[in-house]
């Protein structure tokens, strides 16, 4: 059985460089997250000081809440499902618009052991970041195909996604 919390050294570290590039750029990060359940934002708040950077979590596992809370298009979930590209931009610049960000990071998958459909097996994720510069907002997306069990996709997912804030 695999450990639920990110005392994982590695994962610590990547959430320190994380803190301190955000803080080099002076931007705030906000993150939207269904399949970690806040994992994510727990991994940023181990951070001594992380309150320089950043602002707030979203945790929606629902559909209901992707649409309440982030203002996902109800027939976008229909029509494309949860795990889908356009739910996790859709996301990405939910979060941002409802923080005080500059950047933020979504995901969304299937991280088992059940919820596979066709073309969604076990371990797919969609993850995305949305920078706001001024008035522009750019935001881009990625699929994963993690294996392994619920806490290895969970784990593998929550360190792409800080990954990929360094890229942005």
Same mark, same amino acid.
């Given at each position: ?50 309150? &320089? ?26 029509? &494309?499902?949860? =795990?889908?590209?356009? =739910? =996790? ?12 960000? &500059?950047?933020?990071?979504? !995901? ?6 059940g919820g ?5 097996? !076990?371990?797919? !994720?969609?993850?995305?970041?949305? !920078? ?6 750019? =935001? ?5 195909h993690f ?20 890229n942005r």
């Amino acid at each position: 059985m695999g450990s639920t919390t990110t005392s994982d050294g590695a994962l610590t570290r990547l959430a320190m460089r994380v803190g301190r590039e955000l803080l080099a750029r002076n931007q705030r990060v906000v993150t939207a997250e269904s399949c970690t359940g806040g994992w994510i934002a727990k991994a940023l708040t181990d951070i001594a000081g992380s309150s &320089q950077w950043f602002t707030e979590g979203f945790v929606t596992y629902s559909n209901e809440s992707k649409a309440v809370s982030l203002g996902v298009s109800p027939s976008v979930l229909r029509s &494309q499902g949860a =795990v889908s590209e356009a =739910v =996790v931009r859709a996301m990405a610049t939910g979060a941002l618009k409802h923080s005080g960000a &500059q950047l933020s990071v979504a !995901v969304t998958g299937i991280a088992g052991p059940g919820g596979a459909m066709p073309g969604k097996p !076990v371990g797919t !994720v969609w993850m995305a970041w949305a !920078v706001k510069r001024g008035r522009n907002t750019r =935001v881009s997306a990625d699929i994963k195909h993690f294996k392994g069990d619920r806490d290895t996709v969970r784990r593998k997912t929550v360190r792409a996604a800080l990954a990929g804030i360094l890229n942005r």
